[in-house]
């Protein structure tokens, strides 16, 4: 009899292809976190065993099998589903919610930059930051027109210095 492939719970759910889960794992889904998954390793020895499975669930043996989840599961799962799905050919600029095509230029930065350019800019960021750099770091996205824009304002900045 089938099972959860994230929780042990018998029955046969939703199957979530290999490559979407390790999307939506990258994109920040943690069973144990969520609650759906005991973490034994934690319980036992004190380390979590989110890492191990993260790198199975990208890189490892279970990124290559698609999952079975069941509908507790997959309630926590699916806005982590969505957002991959969302990005894969377009980017979504985090300051003006501009969508523009993955071709585009873009670009990616992090929370501090992201700061000044909301102080310089008056920008507003909408949500979380929306892309991985390929170390898997969360990553503000900007069009190239907020780049721009954001380029002009730190020239500006740093004469008035
Ligand atoms: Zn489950
Ligand atoms: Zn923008």
């Known amino acids: ?3 959860c492939d994230i929780c042990d719970t018998p029955g046969q759910g939703t199957i979530v292809k290999a490559g979407d889960m390790s ?3 990258r994109n920040g889904f943690n069973p144990f976190k ?11 020895v004190g380390e979590s065993s ?5 790198e199975s669930a990208i890189n490892g043996p279970t990124s290559t099998t698609d999952w079975n ?24 600029c985090d300051f003006c919610g501009k969508i523009f095509a ?3 230029t873009v ?8 700061e000044k350019m909301e102080q310089l800019c008056g920008f507003h960021r909408k949500g979380q930051a929306s ?31």
């Open 1 to 3: 009899m089938a099972v």
């Open 23 to 25: 999307r939506a794992v």
């Open 34 to 44: 969520a609650g759906l998954a005991p973490d034994i390793m934690e319980e036992m």
């Open 50 to 54: 989110y890492d191990s499975w993260r």
């Open 69 to 92: 989840v069941c509908a507790d599961c997959i309630e926590v799962l699916k806005p982590y589903l969505g957002k991959a799905a969302k990005s894969e050919d377009s980017h979504t």
């Open 102 to 104: 993955r071709s585009d």
């Open 107 to 114: 670009a990616m930065v992090d929370d501090s930059v992201a």
């Open 131 to 161: 892309a991985l750099d390929p170390a898997g770091r969360l990553r503000w996205v900007a069009c190239q027109e907020c780049t721009n824009q954001f380029h002009q304002a730190a020239k500006g900045f740093l004469k008035k210095q």
